[in-house]
């Protein structure tokens, strides 16, 4: 009896222990997932939140089904371009979602000094398909002295309706906000804006190999909008006596976009990594590289011992301290001096010049550097502060 009764609740307890093991079991099977794996999981979200990567496939479909749907059909953008202009072709969905790639483009007239200093007076920007979301004319912060009608399509009679600057930039940068940006030669667009998109959501068509892989312009490394729309497009923009569009070439630069977009999306996938330029800065090692010789003009660093800033020659009347402000130049923003100031042992000021880079400055880094597009009017030419 007794033994019965010990027989039947061993066999009880008996579901409950196997129950107990298998949880076990899985348990220790995910503890001992690799890192490898983990970095794998890690990725893969990322590429998915990026819309790099397709969702899983649902329950039960084909692997031929799933190879179906990667490829989604998009309209093309519609666009003033001629009859025969060549048309992207459709993608596969290995780049953003339409919803989230847009393009910009600019107009610029001049301002200051001889009307020198381009300030943004018109700013495009329209959708995957080539619809237009933002297209308005917009007041400059200082007087134009310029409007380069030539080339802007601006006129006087366009500023009357023009909205101011801060109310532009605020509406245009919360449209830009998460979005991937194509566009050609952006930096001058961002210059405008006074606004740096993060590079890896950025898509300049000015320096995409697969475009200038072409035939047709193998022997260029630059090539203009319109000469890549007529030469991959077989369509003409910035004709006429009436200046540019920047609907038209928001538009186009799209265009360029969706007809290499497959393989540019892929490059960007395979290179998928933080760029330098998007990380929180970490002001130690920003402090260790700017006392590097190689952020100083060869000519100032010579009386400097690398790594310390000693002066070499140790002497009240001779020993001077100096300081640089540098700006970005050109569309990878290569440091380019701006301004120098030398001061003696007593802390006279000997020489305190804004110069100008020899390259294009695409970004002042006005909050590390205090230069201002103000202060490269009238600013002394690199070759002659050099002397």
């Known amino acids: 009896m007794v033994a019965r009764e010990a027989s039947e609740s061993a066999q009880c307890l008996c579901p409950s222990l196997a129950s107990l093991n298998a949880k076990d079991v899985l348990r220790r099977k995910h503890k001992r997932k690799s890192r490898q794996h983990q970095r794998f999981m890690a990725r893969k979200a990322l590429l998915q939140e990026y819309g790099l990567r397709n969702t899983p496939p649902e329950p039960g479909s084909s692997p031929g089904t799933e190879a ?151 022997a260029r490394t630059r090539v203009s909008l319109k000469d890549l729309a007529l030469q991959l497009l077989h369509k003409k923009i910035q004709v006429g006596q009436h200046g540019h569009s920047s609907v038209e070439d928001a538009v186009t630069a799209m265009e360029l976009y969706r007809l290499v977009e497959v393989q540019w999306e892929q490059q960007e996938a395979s290179s998928l990594q933080p760029h330098p330029e998007d990380r929180e800065p970490d002001s130690s090692t920003d402090m260790e590289q700017y006392m590097e010789d190689q952020y100083w003009p060869e000519d100032l660093a010579q009386g400097t011992s690398r790594g310390t800033g000693e002066a070499l020659g140790r002497t009240e009347g001779t020993d001077v301290a100096m300081d640089c402000e540098m700006v970005g130049l050109g569309p990878f923003r290569e440091s380019g001096l701006a301004r120098c100031s030398l001061v003696d042992y007593h802390g006279t000021v000997l020489y305190d010049k804004f110069i100008r880079p020899e390259g294009e400055i695409t970004d002042y880094r006005t909050p590390v550097s205090g230069i201002m597009a103000q202060n490269m009017e009238g600013a002394t030419p690199f070759a002659v502060a050099r002397l």
């Open 68 to 218: 179906a749907s990667s490829v989604r059909q998009r309209p093309r953008a519609e666009s003033g371009g001629a009859q025969g202009s060549r048309k992207p072709t459709p993608r596969e969905s290995a780049g953003p979602l339409p919803s989230k790639c847009v393009a910009i483009d600019c107009e610029m007239v001049g301002t200051g000094p001889r009307g020198r200093v381009s300030e943004l007076a018109r700013c495009s920007v329209v959708s995957y398909h080539g619809e237009v979301l933002y297209d308005k004319y917009i007041q400059p912060e200082m007087p134009i002295v310029d409007y380069r009608t030539r080339w802007s399509g601006i006129t006087r009679q366009h500023m009357r309706k023009a909205i101011p600057f801060q109310v532009a930039q605020k509406e245009i940068l919360r449209l830009l906000k998460g979005k991937v940006l194509v566009g050609h030669a952006l930096h001058n667009d961002f210059q405008a804006l006074k606004y740096i998109h993060p590079r890896g959501q950025t898509r300049d068509t000015t320096y995409v190999p697969s475009l200038l892989s072409q035939p047709s312009l193998h």
